[in-house]
T-cell receptor, first 111, second 115 residues
Framework: SQQGEEDPQALSIQEGENATMNCSYK?????LQWYRQNSGRGLVHLIL?????REKHSGRLRVTLDTSKKSSSLLITASRAADTASYFC???????????FGTGTRLTIIP | DAGVIQSPRHEVTEMGQEVTLRCKPI?????LFWYRQTMMRGLELLIY????????DSGMPEDRFSAKMPNASFSTLKIQPSEPRDSAVYFC?????????????FGPGTRLTVL
């Protein structure tokens, strides 16, 4: 079963608006990562947040992690048409190299 | 760096035929992962290697699937015999185990269609 479940499954917003995606997971983690997948392409790593961190920024990306609720959110500010893609969260457990991916959020930015 | 290289990019075959997918990881990476992605099941980890040794193959669907990593720069995923339900996009990814980030770098994928 999927460790991570993204919410919503699909999101459409106007260019320039902010997009927020959520991820919930089930077991204790070492870190949580977000990946982007453009149509027909492989996944690209965006940002990683460790279990002892609560918030992290990278450019227009902001990730939060709440280990008590086993949830994370990805915020993309000032969205652009090029941000149109599917976004996946992935969790890494302690003592393990396996990333477990969620089901993904399909984000569409309307120009 | 060229990134993770996969071949072929597209493969169309008939049921019952043998299919071999190939992957060249990023030079210096010591972990390699094979994933399968479908609309129904999402992204599934099939098997991963560390230092060329298979560590976890619990995701391999059945005996028709096999994977090898004869050296640090090459891996294959073989399906024999192939079935229509094997149609999917197969991704290879590599990482450097031991890095704090454990970030995985994905190849462009092989789109497999079994008729």
């Amino acid at each position: 079963s999927q460790q991570g479940e993204e919410d919503p499954q699909a999101l459409s917003i106007q260019e320039g608006e902010n997009a927020t995606m959520n991820c919930s997971y089930k077991t204790s983690i070492n870190n949580l990562q977000w990946y982007r997948q453009n149509s027909g392409r492989g996944l690209v790593h965006l940002i990683l947040i460790r279990s002892n961190e609560r918030e992290k920024h990278s450019g227009r990306l902001r990730v939060t992690l709440d280990t008590s609720k086993k949830s994370s959110s990805l915020l993309i500010t000032a969205s652009r048409a090029a941000d149109t893609a599917s976004y996946f969260c992935a969790t890494l457990n302690f003592g393990n190299e396996k990333l477990t991916f969620g089901t993904g959020t399909r984000l569409t930015i309307i120009p | 760096d060229a990134g993770v290289i996969q071949s072929p990019r597209h493969e169309v075959t008939e049921m019952g035929q043998e299919v071999t997918l190939r992957c060249k990881p990023i030079s210096g990476h010591n972990s390699l992962f094979w994933y399968r992605q479908t609309m129904m099941r999402g992204l599934e980890l099939l098997i991963y290697f560390n230092n060329n040794v298979p560590i976890d193959d619990s995701g391999m669907p059945e005996d028709r699937f096999s994977a090898k990593m004869p050296n640090a720069s090459f891996s294959t995923l073989k399906i024999q015999p192939s079935e229509p339900r094997d149609s999917a996009v197969y991704f290879c990814a590599s990482s450097f185990a031991g890095e704090v980030t454990d970030t995985q770098y994905f190849g462009p994928g092989t789109r497999l269609t079994v008729l």
